[in-house]
């Protein structure tokens, strides 16, 4: 069993920044796809950013340039700065892990950490 904890959500301004942070323990997941899913009000999840082992990254296209992800396996965590925000930035942010490549469904989740964009 894996647990992922996030951190680091809260309120910033437009074009203000934030590191969101994702703790993980249970298992060694040092392999694994990790990676960010969101969902907005009235919106379903939607995928944000992965990274595969060891270091390949895919993001969609609106967070490309502004959000950027990475692991630190020595510290079992896996990161989100997320750059330049923008209002429609402002969602629940969910942790994930995967032991397969794609990640379209996500073995594990984390209870998610709220981020609000004001303009």
């Known amino acids: 069993q894996v647990q992922l904890v996030e951190s680091g959500g809260g309120l910033a301004q437009a074009g203000g920044s934030l590191r969101l942070s994702c703790a993980t323990s249970?298992?060694?997941?040092?392999?694994?796809?990790m990676g960010w899913f969101r969902q907005a009000p009235g919106k379903e999840r939607e995928f944000v950013a992965l990274?595969?082992?060891?270091?390949?990254?895919l993001y969609t296209n609106s967070v490309k340039g502004r959000f950027t992800i990475s692991r630190d396996n020595a510290k079992n965590t896996v990161y989100l700065q997320m750059n330049s925000l923008k209002p429609e930035d402002t969602a629940v942010y969910y942790c994930?892990?995967?032991?397969?490549?794609?990640?379209?469904?996500?073995?594990?989740w984390g209870q998610g950490t709220q981020v609000t964009v004001s303009s």
């Open positions: 990274i595969r082992w060891p270091v390949s990254t």
């Open positions: 994930a892990a995967d032991g397969n490549p794609g990640f379209t469904t996500p073995d594990y």
């Open positions: 249970g298992r060694t997941i040092t392999s694994y796809t």
